[in-house]
Protein backbone atom coordinates (compact mmCIF):
# COMPACT_ATOMS: atom_id res chain seq x y z
CA UNK A 1 0.00 0.00 0.00
CA UNK A 2 1.34 3.25 -0.71
CA UNK A 3 -1.23 5.82 0.83
CA UNK A 4 -0.35 7.17 3.93
CA UNK A 5 0.31 5.51 6.67
CA UNK A 6 0.31 6.65 11.01
CA UNK A 7 1.57 4.69 13.69
CA UNK A 8 0.00 3.84 16.49
CA UNK A 9 -3.40 3.41 15.05
CA UNK A 10 -4.09 3.89 19.36
CA UNK A 11 -2.47 5.04 21.92
CA UNK A 12 -3.53 5.35 25.68
CA UNK A 13 -1.76 7.07 28.00
CA UNK A 14 -2.30 8.70 31.51
CA UNK A 15 -2.35 12.56 31.70
CA UNK A 16 1.16 13.99 32.35
CA UNK A 17 3.10 11.80 30.32
CA UNK A 18 4.49 12.19 26.41
CA UNK A 19 3.42 10.85 23.31
CA UNK A 20 4.89 11.03 19.29
CA UNK A 21 2.71 10.19 16.72
CA UNK A 22 4.42 9.15 12.84
CA UNK A 23 3.54 9.77 9.43
CA UNK A 24 4.49 8.59 6.52
CA UNK A 25 3.16 10.02 3.95
CA UNK A 26 2.94 9.17 -0.19
CA UNK A 27 6.71 9.40 -1.37
CA UNK A 28 6.67 12.13 -3.78
CA UNK A 29 4.40 14.19 -1.75
CA UNK A 30 5.86 17.38 -0.93
CA UNK A 31 3.37 18.74 1.23
CA UNK A 32 2.54 16.97 5.07
CA UNK A 33 -0.38 18.60 6.83
CA UNK A 34 -1.43 17.61 11.11
CA UNK A 35 -5.23 17.86 11.90
CA UNK A 36 -6.95 16.97 15.02
CA UNK A 37 -10.62 15.90 14.65
CA UNK A 38 -12.53 15.37 17.81
CA UNK A 39 -16.15 13.47 18.55
CA UNK A 40 -18.75 14.41 16.14
CA UNK A 41 -16.27 17.54 14.73
CA UNK A 42 -14.88 17.84 11.59
CA UNK A 43 -11.22 17.70 11.04
CA UNK A 44 -9.00 21.05 12.44
CA UNK A 45 -6.33 22.07 11.08
CA UNK A 46 -2.93 22.09 13.14
CA UNK A 47 0.46 22.46 11.15
CA UNK A 48 1.62 22.05 7.56
CA UNK A 49 5.15 21.60 6.31
CA UNK A 50 6.46 22.03 2.47
CA UNK A 51 9.37 19.88 2.58
CA UNK A 52 10.76 19.71 5.80
CA UNK A 53 9.94 23.59 6.15
CA UNK A 54 6.99 23.62 8.82
CA UNK A 55 5.35 26.73 7.37
CA UNK A 56 2.19 27.12 9.09
CA UNK A 57 0.87 26.47 13.08
CA UNK A 58 -2.22 26.75 14.30
CA UNK A 59 -3.42 28.31 17.58
CA UNK A 60 -4.69 24.94 18.25
CA UNK A 61 -0.72 23.76 18.45
CA UNK A 62 0.11 25.28 22.00
CA UNK A 63 3.52 24.89 23.41
CA UNK A 64 3.19 21.42 24.48
CA UNK A 65 2.89 20.29 20.87
CA UNK A 66 5.66 20.40 18.44
CA UNK A 67 6.27 18.56 14.98
CA UNK A 68 9.00 18.00 12.93
CA UNK A 69 9.46 16.67 9.38
CA UNK A 70 13.42 15.83 8.87
CA UNK A 71 15.09 15.33 5.52
CA UNK A 72 10.95 16.15 3.88
CA UNK A 73 10.17 12.73 4.98
CA UNK A 74 8.22 10.90 7.46
CA UNK A 75 7.00 13.46 10.20
CA UNK A 76 6.74 13.54 14.04
CA UNK A 77 4.20 15.35 16.34
CA UNK A 78 5.06 15.43 20.03
CA UNK A 79 2.51 15.81 22.63
CA UNK A 80 4.30 16.92 26.17
CA UNK A 81 2.41 16.39 29.28
CA UNK A 82 -0.63 15.13 27.66
CA UNK A 83 -3.86 16.16 29.27
CA UNK A 84 -7.23 14.86 28.60
CA UNK A 85 -8.38 17.79 26.77
CA UNK A 86 -5.67 16.40 24.24
CA UNK A 87 -7.75 13.29 23.55
CA UNK A 88 -8.63 13.12 19.71
CA UNK A 89 -7.91 11.70 16.24
CA UNK A 90 -5.01 13.03 15.04
CA UNK A 91 -4.60 12.92 11.51
CA UNK A 92 -2.14 13.06 8.79
CA UNK A 93 -2.32 13.79 5.44
CA UNK A 94 -0.01 14.79 2.01
CA UNK A 95 -0.38 16.25 -0.85
CA UNK A 96 1.43 17.48 -3.91
CA UNK A 97 1.22 21.32 -4.54
CA UNK A 98 -2.17 22.27 -5.72
CA UNK A 99 -3.91 19.21 -5.20
CA UNK A 100 -6.20 17.44 -2.51
CA UNK A 101 -5.13 15.72 0.38
CA UNK A 102 -4.46 11.96 1.15
CA UNK A 103 -5.31 11.06 4.57
CA UNK A 104 -3.97 8.35 6.92
CA UNK A 105 -6.10 6.68 8.78
CA UNK A 106 -5.23 8.42 12.13
CA UNK A 107 -3.87 7.76 15.19
CA UNK A 108 -6.46 7.83 18.37
CA UNK A 109 -5.27 9.53 21.52
CA UNK A 110 -7.25 8.33 24.63
CA UNK A 111 -5.73 10.21 28.06
CA UNK A 112 -6.91 8.98 31.17
CA UNK B 1 -11.87 34.37 4.46
CA UNK B 2 -13.06 30.64 3.33
CA UNK B 3 -15.09 28.25 4.88
CA UNK B 4 -18.02 25.68 3.73
CA UNK B 5 -21.29 25.31 5.82
CA UNK B 6 -23.02 21.56 5.42
CA UNK B 7 -27.03 22.99 5.76
CA UNK B 8 -27.49 18.90 7.19
CA UNK B 9 -25.81 17.12 10.11
CA UNK B 10 -27.78 14.10 9.45
CA UNK B 11 -29.53 12.74 6.22
CA UNK B 12 -31.03 9.24 6.00
CA UNK B 13 -32.59 7.64 2.71
CA UNK B 14 -33.45 4.34 1.63
CA UNK B 15 -31.21 2.02 -0.34
CA UNK B 16 -31.55 2.38 -4.15
CA UNK B 17 -33.25 5.96 -3.78
CA UNK B 18 -30.67 9.34 -4.46
CA UNK B 19 -28.64 11.08 -2.67
CA UNK B 20 -28.06 14.65 -1.91
CA UNK B 21 -25.85 16.14 0.36
CA UNK B 22 -25.45 20.39 0.74
CA UNK B 23 -22.75 21.81 0.85
CA UNK B 24 -22.32 26.19 0.65
CA UNK B 25 -19.01 27.78 0.45
CA UNK B 26 -17.48 30.87 1.53
CA UNK B 27 -14.52 32.48 -0.87
CA UNK B 28 -12.96 35.61 -1.15
CA UNK B 29 -11.21 33.85 -4.41
CA UNK B 30 -12.08 31.07 -7.37
CA UNK B 31 -11.94 27.87 -4.78
CA UNK B 32 -10.51 24.44 -4.60
CA UNK B 33 -13.43 22.29 -3.31
CA UNK B 34 -13.47 18.65 -2.26
CA UNK B 35 -15.48 16.08 -0.75
CA UNK B 36 -14.04 13.53 1.73
CA UNK B 37 -15.89 10.38 3.05
CA UNK B 38 -15.05 8.56 6.13
CA UNK B 39 -16.16 5.39 7.23
CA UNK B 40 -16.33 4.94 11.30
CA UNK B 41 -12.62 4.16 12.80
CA UNK B 42 -11.14 4.66 9.20
CA UNK B 43 -9.43 7.38 7.16
CA UNK B 44 -10.61 10.36 5.32
CA UNK B 45 -11.30 9.01 1.70
CA UNK B 46 -11.16 12.12 -1.34
CA UNK B 47 -14.27 11.33 -2.96
CA UNK B 48 -13.51 13.86 -5.52
CA UNK B 49 -12.34 17.43 -5.90
CA UNK B 50 -13.12 20.49 -7.87
CA UNK B 51 -9.94 22.54 -9.30
CA UNK B 52 -11.89 25.34 -11.69
CA UNK B 53 -12.15 23.06 -14.55
CA UNK B 54 -15.12 21.42 -15.17
CA UNK B 55 -18.31 22.26 -12.98
CA UNK B 56 -19.65 18.93 -12.88
CA UNK B 57 -17.06 16.73 -11.14
CA UNK B 58 -17.27 12.94 -10.97
CA UNK B 59 -16.21 11.02 -7.85
CA UNK B 60 -15.38 7.75 -6.92
CA UNK B 61 -18.04 5.32 -6.33
CA UNK B 62 -20.83 6.85 -8.37
CA UNK B 63 -20.62 10.32 -6.32
CA UNK B 64 -20.31 13.55 -8.55
CA UNK B 65 -20.93 17.09 -7.10
CA UNK B 66 -21.93 20.22 -9.43
CA UNK B 67 -20.19 23.64 -8.62
CA UNK B 68 -22.25 26.52 -9.01
CA UNK B 69 -20.44 29.93 -8.34
CA UNK B 70 -23.97 31.51 -8.28
CA UNK B 71 -25.38 29.65 -5.74
CA UNK B 72 -21.82 29.25 -3.66
CA UNK B 73 -22.90 25.71 -3.64
CA UNK B 74 -20.71 22.30 -4.20
CA UNK B 75 -23.33 19.64 -3.20
CA UNK B 76 -22.69 15.89 -3.74
CA UNK B 77 -24.83 13.66 -5.50
CA UNK B 78 -25.53 9.96 -6.38
CA UNK B 79 -28.42 8.64 -8.42
CA UNK B 80 -29.21 5.58 -6.03
CA UNK B 81 -27.76 4.76 -2.64
CA UNK B 82 -26.30 1.66 -1.49
CA UNK B 83 -25.64 0.36 1.81
CA UNK B 84 -21.63 0.57 1.79
CA UNK B 85 -22.09 4.72 1.73
CA UNK B 86 -23.02 5.07 4.97
CA UNK B 87 -20.51 7.01 6.52
CA UNK B 88 -19.33 10.57 7.54
CA UNK B 89 -19.05 13.04 4.81
CA UNK B 90 -17.27 16.05 4.83
CA UNK B 91 -17.34 19.20 2.37
CA UNK B 92 -13.58 20.77 2.43
CA UNK B 93 -12.53 24.24 0.67
CA UNK B 94 -8.54 25.17 0.36
CA UNK B 95 -7.09 28.65 0.86
CA UNK B 96 -5.59 30.15 -2.09
CA UNK B 97 -1.97 28.78 -1.54
CA UNK B 98 -3.55 25.09 -0.80
CA UNK B 99 -1.78 25.11 2.63
CA UNK B 100 -4.81 24.70 4.19
CA UNK B 101 -7.98 23.10 3.80
CA UNK B 102 -11.03 24.15 6.31
CA UNK B 103 -13.61 21.13 6.50
CA UNK B 104 -17.84 21.59 7.25
CA UNK B 105 -19.03 20.18 10.41
CA UNK B 106 -20.04 16.73 7.97
CA UNK B 107 -22.90 15.38 7.02
CA UNK B 108 -23.33 12.00 8.69
CA UNK B 109 -25.50 9.66 5.64
CA UNK B 110 -27.78 6.80 6.82
CA UNK B 111 -29.18 3.86 3.90
CA UNK B 112 -31.79 2.22 5.19
CA UNK B 113 -32.54 -1.03 3.50
Known amino acids: DTGVSQDPRHKITKRGQNVTFRCDPI?????LYWYRQTLGQGPEFLTY????????KSRLLSDRFSAERPKGSFSTLEIQRTEQGDSAMYLCASSLTGKGAFFGQGTRLTVV | AQSVTQLDSHVSVSEGTPVLLRCNYSSSYSPSLFWYVQHPNKGLQLLLK??????LVKGINGFEAEFKKSETSFHLTKPSAHMSDAAEYFCVVSDSTGNQFYFGTGTSLTVIP
Open chain 1, 27 to 31: SEHNR
Open chain 1, 49 to 56: FQNEAQLE
Open chain 2, 50 to 55: YTSAAT
